[in-house]
C-alpha cells in the first residue's frame, strides 16, 4: 500500500477535488478565466459570480464536458455567499479596466470599495480559500483585502496573492522577441509591484545579461508598460483580457498545483513579504515556492545587477505609497 501522502499526490481524484470561485466571472478576463479554469482538471467545482450574466456565462460553461460542476450566481438570492462558500480557491478579476490615457492609480476610486466588499464577503463564506487578486491597482487592491481580512479576524497571509503573471508571460514574450529564441524556453523572474515602474524585470538573471544599453533599456520599457499597447489598440473597449486570462488561470493552476502537495512550484507574485519590511515595504513581488497552505518560501531576490537595484529602489518608494493608499482607504471607509 501507498503510504496516504502519495496516493493524494498521484490520485486523479482526492487530490484534484478543488472548488475555485470567480468574481467578476462574465467580465473580459472573467470569461476566458473561466473557461481555462473549467479546463483545469484540478477543479472540481467551479463558481461563477457577476452582477450580470454569471449564470448565463456559467451554463454556457458547463456544457464542455470536463469533470467539474458549473454554477452561476448573481447578486440576487444572496449569490456572492453561495459562490463563496467553502471555495479553495478564489479569483477576483471584478472592476473596471483602463482607458487610454489612465494609469491602473486611476481605477483606484472605484475599485477599491469592489475589491473591499468582495473581500468581506470571502472573509465571511471562505475564511481558509486562497485569494487571487487580478483587480486594479494590484498594489493597492491586495493591502486593501489584507486590512479586510485583519479586521475579520481571517488573514492569514499565506493565502494571498496579487497576480502579476501577465509581467512574467510578456517578459517571456518580449525578450524572445528582441533575441530571437522560442519564447516557451525564456523564464524572467518579475519582482517589485504590478504598475509601471514597479514592475522589474530581472533580466540579468536570464540566459541574456549582455544585451546592449539600448536594446535592454526598450526592453524594460516594454515589458513595464506593456499593458498600454493593448489599451492603446482596444482604444477605449478595456485592457488585456485574453492575455490575462492565461495569465491569471496559470497563477491559479500553480496555486492549486501546491495545495495539492505538488513540490517546485514557483511564481512570481505579489503578497505580504518579509522581503523589505524593515523598509516599510509591506508587500512586495518576487519567486515564492507555493505549497499545501499557500505560500511555502519567499525566495531572494539573488544577484541581480546595478540597473536592477536602481528600479527596485524606485519600485519601493512608489509601492509604499501604492500601499499605504489601500490601507488608508480601508481605514477611512471600513
Ligand atoms: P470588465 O469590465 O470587462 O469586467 C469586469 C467585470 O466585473 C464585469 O463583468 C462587471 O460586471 C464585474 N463586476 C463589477 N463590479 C462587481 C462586483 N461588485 N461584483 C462582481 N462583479 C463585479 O473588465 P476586465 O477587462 O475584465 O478587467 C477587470 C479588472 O482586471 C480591471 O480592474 C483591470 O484593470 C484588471 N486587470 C488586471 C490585470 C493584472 O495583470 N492583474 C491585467 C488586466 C486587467
Not at 259 to 277: N, R
Amino acid at each position: 500500500m501507498f503510504p496516504k501522502s502519495s496516493v493524494r499526490q498521484f490520485s486523479s481524484s482526492a487530490a484534484s477535488a478543488y472548488k475555485v470561485t470567480v468574481l467578476g466571472a462574465a467580465g473580459g478576463i472573467g470569461q476566458p478565466l473561466s473557461l481555462l479554469m473549467k479546463l483545469n482538471h484540478k477543479v472540481t467545482n467551479l463558481a461563477l459570480y457577476d452582477l450580470r450574466l454569471g449564470k448565463g456565462v456559467a451554463t454556457d460553461i458547463s456544457h464542455i464536458p470536463t469533470n467539474s460542476t458549473v454554477e452561476g450566481y448573481g447578486p440576487e438570492d444572496d449569490g456572492l455567499a453561495k459562490a463563496l462558500k467553502d471555495a479553495d480557491v478564489v479569483l477576483i478579476p471584478a472592476g473596471v479596466p483602463r482607458k487610454p490615457g489612465m494609469t491602473r492609480d486611476d481605477l483606484f476610486n472605484t475599485n477599491a470599495s469592489i475589491v473591499r466588499d468582495l473581500a468581506k464577503a470571502a472573509a465571511v463564506n471562505a475564511p481558509k480559500a486562497a485569494l487571487l487578486i487580478i483587480s486594479n491597482p494590484v498594489n493597492s487592491t491586495v493591502p486593501i483585502v489584507s486590512e479586510v481580512l485583519k479586521e475579520k479576524g481571517v488573514y492569514n497571509p499565506k493565502k494571498l496573492f496579487g497576480v502579476t503573471t501577465l509581467d512574467v508571460l510578456r517578459s517571456s514574450r518580449f525578450l524572445s522577441q528582441v533575441v530571437g529564441t522560442d519564447p516557451t524556453t525564456e523564464t524572467v523572474t518579475v519582482v517589485g509591484g504590478h504598475s509601471g515602474v514597479t514592475i522589474v524585470p530581472l533580466l540579468s538573471q536570464t540566459k541574456h545579461k549582455d544585451l546592449p544599453k539600448e536594446k535592454y533599456d526598450a526592453l524594460v520599457h516594454r515589458i513595464q508598460f506593456g499593458g498600454d499597447e493593448v489599451v492603446q489598440a482596444k482604444n477605449g473597449a478595456g485592457s488585456a483580457t485574453l492575455s490575462m486570462a492565461q495569465a491569471g488561470a496559470r497563477m491559479a493552476g500553480s496555486v492549486l498545483k501546491g495545495l495539492a502537495g505538488e513540490t517546485d512550484i514557483t511564481e512570481p507574485t505579489y503578497i505580504d513579504s518579509p522581503l523589505f519590511k524593515s523598509e516599510g515595504v509591506d508587500f512586495f513581488s518576487s519567486r515564492v515556492t507555493l505549497g499545501p497552505e499557500g505560500v511555502k518560501e519567499v525566495h531572494p531576490l539573488g544577484t541581480i545587477s546595478t540597473a536592477e537595484e536602481e528600479m527596485i529602489k524606485v519600485a519601493k518608494e512608489t509601492l509604499i505609497k501604492n500601499i499605504k493608499k489601500g490601507v488608508d482607504f480601508v481605514k477611512a471607509n471600513p
